[in-house]
């Protein structure tokens, strides 16, 4: 089973990273062919990168998705992931996506901590394109955006985990996302000191990634997909 | 990994035939605990038989969750869902919950194709409750309940198959969910002839079962789930 | 005229105080039946004993429905009301909903007080099934679950009393329902304080149970109610 | 008890014969004032008629509201209802609004049939400002405006069954209302060719006037309502 | 080009302000015929006066339409707006509906200021009536009402910044309009301390009259809009 | 005034129609500076190409937009529209939501008609994203893409109108839009045959540009626009 994890930014740390994390959720079994966006900002932090991410991924995926069984779209917000589902003969999961889904299986209502005050606005309009603004408690930012986390976790860590706990006490939300590429693994060293159940955005993408990979395979052996475009 | 997979109707001919799928699509490594609804009907087709059947399922979770990883609530429709989520310390998946996410990472919109009449509103109003109204196309059933389709799927697939080709082209369904225990393992042989992903919701029900156990166990080696509740 | 009052939870002191109050609002002219849940919760205050109760709800309808007029499902939540609804020949009024749609004749929103942590997203979300959202100010509610409150109103007065001011005052609410069979009663006694119109959820939908009465026997002399199944 | 019965069409005839009914509705003990427009159309059957008999109502009710323990609106559509109650001391029933609520008891979704093709979209607009278009099956019209149908019922019966009977078989409404002064007492007449039940909006209006009438008494003396202003 | 400038409350000075402001914005080539109210009360502030103002407006609309390209509604509210279009043979505009559709061509959401504390429900049921709550981020009244605001700008100036920005800020707006006949013309004196931009409401509905009157030019020379009532 | 109109797709062709169609709306005394898409399709028919177009759009406004007093945005669905109002200092105008707009000062609702099976869900998302899902009637879409109907328009008009009546009359349209550049003028040509009032969107987008033009010259001499920044 193999995977194409795009990064559609154009830090190669950030692939490299969200790639080891990958494998070591998905276990044996499952290779992941992981890609960097070719063109745009090293991280999407606002309305103009996230356009240019999505012209990006559809490049990556035009260029790499030959014999693969998924496709992992990595950055959170899933910018172009509907073309990127036109496009392709096989499941396209958008890490955003995916951790929304994980989050509605918990009853009630969710929240989503990621950096960046841009994303504030740009996830609850994608929320409510998804159909859940009703199930959304909160999104919370901290001014650091993920790269700054990605590359100094320790200084965020104080910030982050008073936002998560907010989202719950506050915003009385069931479930927590920790969201984006450059958060991610930061989720496990903050749960302890959470009531509510705290998801790691790059963790549940991997999960439903090969879920979907699966899928793919048992519904069709590979020729429903095809035959479906 | 150890699931247990609840069919909260009284058939134990149906909870054996889900059982057996369960197996098949999750392969090595996952074990299933198949309980049978206590009281109640032997199938789910008016909202009375639903509300029974909740009080079974619950039943059925106090009497057997002990040392499960998950739990997969297997009658579509996931009479009950929310209350075991509050009484559960593993997470709990509901087939039609499980079924309309995997529909949804396809764009667009979705159908559903079920047995028994009664099924329509009351599937309509569980979607709204999702807040996924905006994402569905169309609810459509055929006479036969599941049960009796169950029994003798020949008599049923002429109609099943033009219920899903009337939700692909007249519908304009993106994909389509079979639904129900008693039509698991129905949409192989219905999807050659349908130009749209078709989704069995007893395997995509396992699907996300699987994945919720192996999530349960990532997030925390089992402690975080119970110290949050 | 004759009115099913059903008790879905198994505290027949509840029942009693209950059925007096649905005497002293109906006047001369209806006869109230009233009965207690035959297992479940002496209270409900989950939605565990939420679910249990609709199937004692259901059950005591199947017992006790002949010869009856209209039915008065008495749970601030409506547990199981729509399945009542398909069972029943003669009309079924849920507590919340007739409060609800009493608060709706006054302009602009309304809030909802009861007691019960567990209620707050219960009721949210029951009100969003009903489609009435967009006119819920707020639900607000005191730590004392109901059959506490029956049982020492006065140690809960203080607590019930500043609910409802700030939902008037801080939620911006028009008009106030203060639910619960374990609440009825008291909305006369806060009332003086109140800017609000506070709505009885007992009254409320007792005096809906005898429109609902007369409605089935106007039109119809009984036999529409029973050709409509 | 005395209830305010506003005609806000200046036709007197059709004042009459709903003054006639809703004696018949509430039975003894219950007095009807009732007035009709000083001002306007003969019969609402546009948007602009609309605008002035909301004058007209508002006019009405300072003129005779004065020992009035309820106002009952009888046009269909409710116009001006909200600044009636805003400028009244107690409650204030729209015709269409209660219609819809009983519609509301029924499980499920509700039809409107009446007279006049402007009022298409403005009842679905009205329904939509009650919170409730997730519930509306359909609006369906015919021809004839609802002064002529007064004048003329029987020429009118043919097609108004026909409307009806579409609504629950084609649009699959669990209820049907006949809305309208002019149709007021029609519904028995179409009942019995008819599956769904078919909620008079006349009586509809009555009953709940009647109750709300009692509710006000019941629930002050009359001294809340004024002091809530 | 002319344009039909309804004022439908009774303040001759307001109507005589908002024609000079009209003239200024819309410079040379275009003619403004201001009417004033024949009816009704000398500035809007409860559902009563909006009620009455609706007609006076249709009053105003069948006497002094003849030879204009356009109409705008100057009436922060558009009370009868929907009527006004329904009996004319050209465009109407309203100033809030033209404000909104300003506000909403700037990203995300936006806020309301203006003058009157019953207005604040009443906008909110507006903005709903457009389908547009989800971009609504707050409306805020101040307490002085359009009238008073209009003889003494000045008092009210403190009031109505500190609302501006509180609407920036604590709501998070990302355009706030002043709206109201009487506040035209103070935007400007607020924007310089705003970091949000401020839309005068009676600018903006005069900007969208113009272009109003010349769409209604182009489309047609004036034949179509005629034939299509 | 000047007004950039950034056709991004590659055609320019398509550039120089809509720039002299926009030049005839406009008159005197507006400079249009026409842009074409650097890279991407000929004519954006997917959703692939839809985010193609939006890059392209955000380059041409990084390299045209100084000096201009406004942006027009003249592909119908505004691909980016939200990341280039983010970047520029000025008022950008998508041809699409400037339509709708448009229409919506029609009472009721509206449908669009326009080239290209794609655009039929990605055009009903794009109306949600909007918040007016409530108000769209229907997107009938015919096969001919745009560049095709711009390249020989006359074997489109029969499809072309069919489509147009086919809204006024099944969907009950009260305004259709005639949606996209290679569409552009040919709705003076259908007009005559449709009950219902057909907006241009390559007219509508150039009025609102021009009057969004003027918006921000009258607001501010252009410093707000740039300090709200």
Redesign the interface.
Known sequence: MRILLINPNTSVSVTEKIAALARA?AGDGVEFHAVTGGFGAPYIA???A???A??AA?DALTQHAAGCDAVHLACFGDP?V??L???SAV???GMA?ASI??A??????FSIVTGGAAWG?MLR?YV????????LASVRTVAATGDRIARDPDAAMAELTAACIACASDDRADAVILGGAGLAGL??RI?PGL??????SM??GT??A???A??SG???GGD??A??R
Chains 1, 2, 3, 4, 5, 6 share one sequence.
């Open positions: 959720v606002s309305r103009a996230a356009v240019v999505a012209h559809l172009g509907l073309a589902r036109e496009q499941p396209v999961v996506e889904q994980e509605c299986r918990h009853a009630g209502r606005p309009e409510a394109s998804l159909g859940l603004s009703g199930r989720a496990s749960q009531s509510a159940p705290l998801i790691c963790e549940a999960r439903a090969v879920a979907a699966r899928a048992l519904d069709s429903r997909a035959s479906a």
